[in-house]
């Protein structure tokens, strides 16, 4: 066996998903086994995105009660009623849905943080439209 098939072999093995490779040429016999650390930092980003799930399902949801156009603030040009990172009570302001010229308010249900603003400024928005999680 050459020694640039040997390299590219073990660059090959390296990259993969492999823990162990057993290979045998001409009489050679090449094995090669990944660490158990190299294993356990490939399962760490899928452990990571399993995580983030189950955080992002323990948050409340606030929904949108109308039809119509939201407003992160009570005027042009204003600061955002909340942003992300925000703590908020229970009955504050989050947003502003317009609804046939009436300015509706829409109020956290919820104590806890702001992990994320669902809607656009001037979006139009649904009935039941996820508009905020709150964790």
Do not use: W
């Not at 090449?30 to 990571?48: D, F, Y």
């Not at 156009?69 to 989050?94: M, N």
Request: glycine fraction near 6%; charged fraction near 30%; include cysteine.
């Amino acid at each position: 066996m050459e020694m640039d098939h040997l390299i590219k072999l073990i660059e090959t093995v390296s990259r993969s998903g492999l823990s162990r490779f057993e290979y045998e040429e001409d009489g050679v016999k090449v094995q090669m086994e990944k660490p158990e650390a190299v294993q356990v930092a490939a399962a760490l980003p899928s452990v990571e995105a399993v995580l983030q799930e189950e955080e992002t399902a323990r948050d409340q949801v606030v929904t949108c009660p109308l039809v119509g156009i939201f407003y992160e603030a009570p005027e042009e040009g204003a600061e955002p009623f909340v942003k992300v990172g925000d703590t908020v009570k229970k009955g504050q302001t989050l947003a502003i849905v317009e609804a046939m010229k009436l300015m509706n308010e829409i109020e956290s249900e919820f104590d806890g943080v702001v992990t994320e603003v669902l809607a656009e400024n001037g979006q139009a928005v649904e009935f039941g439209q996820e508009l905020f999680r709150i964790r």
